[in-house]
């Protein structure tokens, strides 16, 4: 089991950047696909990125491919979401998921086990 923290959202103007990190602890961390996710007012929890266990490999959903980055560090326990030409449709509550390796990307909630609280990004001008 892992138990995972989000942290880096806050305001930023369109066109910005921030990079988000989620802190895991647990010892199986890298045995987890990691998966970034976010959710605005009303709507649903919608996929963004995801890493496989050693980092190798990454997975994104077309609205972010070429704007958000995803990256992992095993040694200390951490993947981040580096998020850059930022709109205000991006505002949302951002969160990280983990989900037992398997040998497909998990692009929906259903797919992943742990969860963290999430954290704000608003984009406004």
């Known amino acids: 089991q892992v138990q995972l923290v989000e942290s880096g959202g806050e305001w930023v103007q369109p066109g910005g950047s921030l990079r988000l990190s989620c802190a895991a602890s647990?010892?199986?961390?890298?045995?987890?696909?990691m998966g970034w996710f976010r959710q605005g007012p009303g709507e649903e929890r919608e996929f963004l990125a995801a890493?496989?266990?050693?980092?190798?490999?990454?997975y994104f959903a077309d609205s972010v491919k070429g704007r958000f980055t995803v990256s992992r560090d095993n040694a200390n326990n951490m993947v981040y979401l580096a998020m850059n030409s930022l709109k205000p449709e991006d505002t949302a509550v951002y969160y990280c998921?983990?989900?037992?390796?398997?040998?497909?990307?998990?692009?929906?909630?259903?797919?992943?086990?742990?969860w963290g609280q999430g954290t704000q990004v608003t984009v406004s001008s």
């Open positions: 647990g010892r199986a961390f890298s045995d987890y696909i």
């Open positions: 998921a983990a989900a037992r390796s398997t040998p497909t990307w998990g692009t929906t909630p259903d797919k992943y086990d742990y």
């Open positions: 890493i496989n266990s050693n980092g190798r490999r990454t």
